[in-house]
């Protein structure tokens, strides 16, 4: 195996434990709320701390990478994830629980920009597009974290126990892939951290992406209710629509690197807004459980590829090094994932479910029409690569 393989190895087992950690926890939030005896109202507020910690962490993560180099953050983060995912579980109190939620969010948003600015560098050693892929495998571990959690609930394995043993895993894998790890340049200085308008194509990418995770979320959160209340299926296909988005997307961050390297990252992304817009339409339209699942199928595979793509132009910009690019883009993307879901409740309680699916529609359409109009904000794609990888 050449080098560049075991590099792209290394931090595609990276990619896969962000991804099975995230999902470790996700799976045993149930327990955590039988634990504590909290309301829905009490776990939504508990749940909001993985938001704080993801907003508190972004410009934070930039700078770090930025001034110490992508690897030392990604080490630091991935041992970080290996001590506060068994506190979770040890925790005996809400006055504990909380900070560590807290700071879980911030560890997980610290890991996704130190690792998507490894996965850009090793892209560019590369020559073509594999960051899609490598998000592929994130998305591929939340289905195994949520199968490991779902046989630790089987066998009575405490939430404690369940995560001291991704605890190991988790540390298995890092020495197993650090020394393979990009060795990025530091900057030596603090100039990462930078308060200033971003350029044209930073603001192009980042209501692109702001878009695409808005889709995301509400496709998230409302996936179920959706197919319960409008397409009116039975109970126990009431995930069916998830499941179809969910497989969708996870399955077309596989072919997407194939399809930029053929077509071009603006054409991948003209078309995700196009099988959005197109997958939500037929939903509404013609609500069914066929069609309905079919429709959110599309969305999964339009939802793919805006995230990785939008991350592998911003890491072009001629402004900023790729760990500030990212954490600006992060930064504005994470807004929509935020708005989205509460967006489609107060919609739907003015008018209907269904209007504000069409609402979620046309934001697939907002980024076609981003990625069509005055082309010229894309020109910095070209630009000659900045990361030196060693």
């Known amino acids: ?19 099975l950690s995230f999902a ?22 508990l749940l909001l701390g993985l938001p704080i910690g993801s907003m508190v962490a972004l410009p934070l993560a930039g700078w770090a990478a930025h001034r110490f180099g992508s690897r030392i953050v990604v080490i630091i983060s991935a041992l970080s994830y290996a001590v506060f995912l068994p506190l979770i579980g040890f925790s005996d109190s809400l006055w504990m629980l909380i900070p560590v939620v807290v700071i879980f969010g911030m560890i997980g948003n610290m890991m996704n920009i130190s690792l998507n600015t490894q996965a850009l560098a090793l892209e560019d050693s590369y020559g073509r597009s594999i960051l899609a892929s490598l998000h592929g495998l994130w998305s591929l571990a939340g289905f195994t974290g949520a199968g490991i959690g779902a046989m630790m609930i089987y066998w009575d394995f405490l939430p404690r126990q369940h995560f001291l043993i991704i605890s190991v895993i988790t540390i298995l894998i890092i020495l197993l892939t650090n020394s393979y790890l990009v060795q990025d340049k530091r900057s030596g200085g603090s100039s990462g951290m930078v308060f200033k308008k971003p350029e044209g194509l930073l603001l192009r990418i980042g209501g692109i992406a702001f878009l695409g995770m808005l889709s995301e979320g509400c496709m998230f959160d409302w996936s179920g209710v959706y197919f319960k209340k409008v397409v009116e299926i039975e109970a126990r296909f009431v995930a069916l629509g998830y499941v179809a988005f969910m497989g969708a997307m996870a399955g077309g961050r596989f072919i997407t690197d194939r399809l930029i390297n053929k077509f071009g990252r603006i054409v991948i992304l003209r078309s995700s807004g ?3 817009f197109t997958g939500l339409l ?3 339209i013609f609500p069914e459980p066929v069609t309905a699942t079919v429709g959110f199928l599309l969305v999964g595979l339009g939802v793919a590829s805006i995230v990785p793509t939008s991350y592998s132009i911003a890491g072009r910009s001629k402004d900023y090094p790729p760990s500030v690019a990212l954490a600006i883009i992060s930064t504005i993307s994470f807004f929509g994932f935020l708005i989205g879901p509460p967006l489609i409740g107060f919609i739907a ?3 209907s479910l269904k209007a504000s699916f069409v609402l979620v529609a046309f934001a697939g359409f907002g980024i076609v029409l981003l990625s069509s109009l005055k082309m010229d904000v894309f020109s910095s794609l070209n630009a000659p690569e900045k990361t030196t990888v060693q």
Do not use: H
């Open 1 to 19: 195996m050449n080098p560049l393989s075991k590099r792209r190895l290394a931090i595609g087992g990276l990619f896969f434990l962000a991804g």
């Open 24 to 45: 470790s926890w996700a799976s045993r939030i149930p327990d955590i709320q039988m634990k504590f005896s909290l309301s829905e109202a009490q776990l939504g507020t």
């Open 274 to 276: 196009f099988l959005i």
């Open 282 to 284: 037929v939903s509404v």
């Open 349 to 351: 309680e003015l008018l």
